[in-house]
Structure formats: C-alpha cells, structure tokens
C-alpha cells in the first residue's frame, strides 16, 4: 500500500495529463481547452490556451465536443506535448507547447490513431512519456475487451512530419506491448497515465473504473502505482491510499506527483505527491 499526501486542490476538476518543468508542474484536463501551471505547491500560475473557443456547460454537450486532452508529457528539446485520446474521430488532435514562450501549435493526429485502431478498436490513448528516445503511449482498457498497452513510436520518426506539417501525413511505425493489470477490489484496472522513470523504464497510474465503454464514466474503485521495465514488462504494482481516481502521473524532485479526476465538475482535483521508492 502506498499513502499519498494531498498537496493541493487544484482550480480544475477532469485532471488527466500530468508534466514537470523544472520549476512547477502543467496539468491538461479532459474538459478543458487550455493548459493549466502550478507551482510544486499547486498555486496556480498560468493557463495556456490549447484550443479557441468556449465549451459548452451542459454535461453531454461538454462531452461530445471537447477535444479530450488525456496525455501530456515533456519531449527532450523541453516543449510539452499534449494529445487527445482518440476515442473518438473528434478526438484525434494535439498541441506542441513552449513553455519558453507559451506558443502552442495545434496537431491533427488523425493517421496516427487511424493506424492504432486496426490493432487497437477500442482506443483511448490516456498517458504518454518519453523514454530514450521512444514516445510511449497508454492504452486505457476501459472499454469491453479490457485491453491495457503500451504504444511505442520512434520520435525521430514522429517529431519531423509534426514539426514541418503539424500533422501526419503518413503513418508511424509502431510496437504494440500488452500490458495486464488485473483488478481492484473485483474491477478492472486500465491504465491511465505514464511518467519516466529515473532509474530507467516507467512508472504508470491506472484506475479501477467500472465503465461500460471508452466514453462513460462510472464508478472507481481506487487506483494503483506501478512501475515497468524497459520492455513494458509490469515490475511494482501498489494500490494507493486515499481511495481515488489517479489520472496523471509525472516525476520530480525524487517524488511522484499525481492528479486526479473526480468525473465531477462540482468537485476540484486533487495534487498528490509521494516519495519515489521503487
């Protein structure tokens, strides 16, 4: 068992991709149009605008139109990289970010989860992280098949087409490493972010969510911490304490820091940290 201590609540609520910067930590969440900068303490310092415009309050409309950034993570040269799950063709964008300058440059990665739903039906692309060059992806199976993976694309593959094009044109090579995490107090777990481990291979969060399919919501049982190699082979698993819906996970200053998602507008996220032992 492994016990969190609350940091802060956060002033969003859907929390769900987590990254470090050096001197704080950005967080996009799934309701959202924008990225949101703390402090390690969770003050708030900034937001960046992701997408124009302004979601509409109304739950299922939220729902249908919001781009659904799950996945943000830090890319060598230090630009963030934000990105859609997928699940749905709507879904299917990004953002490259400077956080020197704060520009942002939307992405249309449409080829890329068009070649990832052949292998992959029910996508729903929830962590990312960079890994010795390698950009790896997290396959949330919340949807019937229970299908957890990790998803590993070359970046000097990815970064050219995206840097010229802000798009794919044509496809990226891909491995595809299955990923079982078995359940959580009679649910099953699916993974639901990736963070690089300083020791080598990952460290991963992943939330026992009883949801019907890729885009309901439904009751969580709890969350885990783990740890995998660097074949994507599960090393640690943890459950953790309070009982929560963990939805990023990022690593700094010898600690993991991680938010959550209260599937409640009403309700803020929630920073966590914790000592990295493992």
């Not at 859907?14 to 950005?26: Q, R, T, V």
């Not at 993570?73 to 997928?86: E, H, Q, Y």
Request: with cysteine; hydrophobic share 45%.
């Amino acid at each position: 068992m492994l016990t969190l201590t609350q940091v802060a609540e956060l002033d969003v609520s859907a929390a769900s991709g987590l990254a470090a910067l050096p001197d704080g930590l950005c967080v996009v969440a799934d309701d959202e149009l924008f990225l949101s900068v703390y402090g390690f303490d969770g003050k708030p310092q900034r937001r960046v605008p992701l997408r124009p415009g302004v979601l509409p309050e109304d739950h299922a409309a939220r729902k249908r139109l919001k781009p659904d950034f799950e996945s943000l993570t830090r890319l060598p040269d230090g630009r963030l990289l934000a990105l859609g799950s997928g699940s749905t063709a709507g879904r299917a964008g990004g953002a490259l970010i400077d956080p020197q300058s704060w520009q942002v440059r939307a992405l249309d990665l449409s080829v890329l989860y068009q070649a990832l739903r052949t292998p992959l039906p029910e996508l729903n692309v929830e962590g990312a992280a960079v890994v010795d060059g390698r950009l790896w992806l997290a396959q949330r199976g919340n949807g019937p098949s229970r299908i957890n993976a990790c998803v590993v694309l070359e970046l000097a593959a990815l970064m050219p087409q995206l840097d010229a094009h802000a798009r794919l044109h044509t496809p990226i090579p891909f491995t595809i490493h299955p990923l079982e995490l078995g359940m959580l107090e009679g649910v099953a777990l699916s993974v639901t972010d990736l963070a690089a481990h300083p020791a080598g291979g990952l460290v991963f969060c992943a939330a026992a969510e009883d949801s019907a399919d890729t885009y309901a919501d439904g009751h969580c049982a709890g969350s885990v911490v783990g740890a995998l190699d660097a074949h994507g082979q599960l090393r640690t698993l943890l459950p953790v304490q309070p009982r929560c819906k963990l939805e990023g996970i990022s690593v700094a200053r010898e600690r993991l820091w991680l938010v959550t998602d209260p599937d409640d507008r009403c309700q803020h996220a929630t920073l966590f940290c914790t000592p990295l032992t493992f």
